[in-house]
Structures are given as C-alpha cells and as structure tokens.
C-alpha cells in the first residue's frame, strides 16, 4: 500500500473492513486526517436522525440566500435565490457536495447535536468545527485575502499553515472510526433503520465517479463521499459486490502538490480501495 501512495505522490491513510465480519486493512488506519466534504457524512446522518424522530420534517422548506454561496458548484453557483426541501438539500449536499446546501442544513439541525451524536456513536476522534463558511472563510482571513481570486498565487508555504490543512485545528476524523461510522449505518446501528436506509440511499447517488468508483466495476455498487481542499484528496464509502459482500473503505490522502487537478492521486483512491477489498474477499 505504501508503495502504492508512493508512486501517486502523495501520503496516504486508509482503512477497510467488512461491514457483516470482522476483517480488516489497515495503513495508518488510526492517523488523524483532515475530513474536508467528509464531515458531510455525520451532518446526513443527523438529519436523517432528526426526520425519523420527527424532530425536523423532510419536506420543510429553506431558501439559500447569497450570504450561502461561494461560486462553488450546485446551489452553491446560482445566481438567484432559491428554496429548497430538507431532503433536496441533504440530496445535492452529499451527490455533488453543494456547500450552499450544506450549509443551509447544517444550520437546521445544528452542529452541537452532530457532534453529540457522534460521541454517542463512540467517534471520540471525529468532530466538526464548522459549517463551509467557517473553514472557507478561515482560509481567506489566515492569507489575509479578500477574494478567491488573490488566492490565485499564494504561496504554497503559507498554503500549508492553513488550519483546514491540520486534523488538530479543523473538522477531522480517523480511517478507522470513518469506517466505524459507516458501518453503523449500514448496519442500522447508527440510528433508527429509517434513518439509515435514508443515509444510504441518499450516499448511493454520488455524482462523481473518478475516486472510489475508479476501482470498481459497474457490478458494483459503490456509496460514497469525497472530500477535496487544498492538498487534500478523500472518499469514504462502501461498495457492495452482488454476491452480498459489503465493505466499507476510508482513503485520505495528502499530495505532495497542492494543484486542483492530481488525477494520480483521484486513482490512487479507487486504486488502494480494490486492493485492500481484495485481500478482504480473498
């Protein structure tokens, strides 16, 4: 697996194991990791957690004002304000990792209580800090810049001090309790079953398919998260093989190249999964 990231250019974190035995892989599986868009994972879960408990209703109504947006892709890019549903917004938050969406939702159900369930869930390791404005913002007011645009030619040494850049400083997790995580939802141990088969269902409809799903054929199916930041590149899911076999995956990686574009280091992700599903079904 080292020699995998190696080749990549980049440093990696990755655990996997199987959500119905007790298998496992492990490569700095117990590192602390930046979560970037993965943090969207436990804020999904929330709501789902809230609906099924009858605490928000699915079908309520947001609108996402400009102070939301961040030019970004999705709701994030519109032009015009919009309202969305609860459920509309947990939809584009976790296919095309909308941060206009996230942070309308986020707002509803309140960082505090997904945080508290995390600790319920025994995560002691994963929390969040923020909604995107908070750590997008961060990055602006740490470079002393007032635009995305004079961040164009910053310098990769200050880019490296960021705080969303350190697991002790931002939202962070581990690959083991990431997995933990996931497997409690596939389980229907992370909450009441209707929220978990929401989670899922809503995880199955990701968009993009250049990380985690690189590694796997269309037979399989693959339900996931990505998380993208400055020197960041992460997925989080699990891909279910049509004989029943499930198994939940966690890559996190950091490149040397802090550069937007690394197709080697989106591969790498896919690659490093197949492998060590591999050795779980082997």
Not at 74 to 92: K, M, N, Q, V, W
Not at 227 to 246: M, S
Request: glycine share 10%; hydrophobic share 40%; with cysteine.
């Amino acid at each position: 697996m080292r020699e995998l990231f190696e080749a990549a250019g980049v440093e990696g974190f990755l655990h996997a194991r199987e959500v119905d035995g007790v298998k496992e892989v492990c490569h700095g599986a117990d590192d602390p990791v930046v979560l970037a868009s993965v943090f969207k994972i436990p804020i999904v879960l929330e709501y789902a957690r809230q609906a099924a408990d009858g605490l928000l209703c699915r079908t309520e109504r947001l609108p996402l004002t400009m102070e939301h947006r961040d030019g970004g892709i999705g709701t994030s890019g519109c032009a015009d304000e919009i309202e969305l549903s609860l459920r509309d917004l947990a939809h584009f938050m976790m296919s095309m990792s909308d941060n206009a969406a996230t942070d309308a939702l986020l707002e509803r159900v309140g960082v505090e209580r997904v945080n508290a369930t995390l600790a319920e869930l025994g995560l002691k390791n994963t929390r969040l800090v923020g909604d995107c404005r908070v750590l997008l913002g961060s990055v602006l007011t740490e470079l002393g810049a007032g635009t995305w645009e004079e961040l164009e030619n910053a310098d990769p040494d200050a880019l490296r001090t960021l705080s969303v850049l350190d697991p002790v400083r931002t939202s962070a997790s581990t690959p083991r309790e990431t997995t933990t995580l996931l497997t409690k939802i596939w389980r229907d141990e992370a909450g009441p079953a209707e929220a978990c088969a929401e989670v899922r269902q809503i995880m199955g409809r990701q968009i993009w398919p250049h990380r985690l799903s690189s590694g796997f054929g269309d037979e399989v199916r693959v339900s996931g998260k990505t998380g993208t930041i400055f020197g960041i590149r992460n997925e989080a899911g699990v891909v279910e093989y049509p004989d029943g076999g499930r198994y939940a995956v966690a890559v996190y990686l950091r490149p040397r190249s802090l550069g937007y574009r690394l197709p080697a280091a989106d591969a790498v992700i896919g690659a490093a999964a197949r492998r060590a599903v591999d050795e779980l079904r082997g």
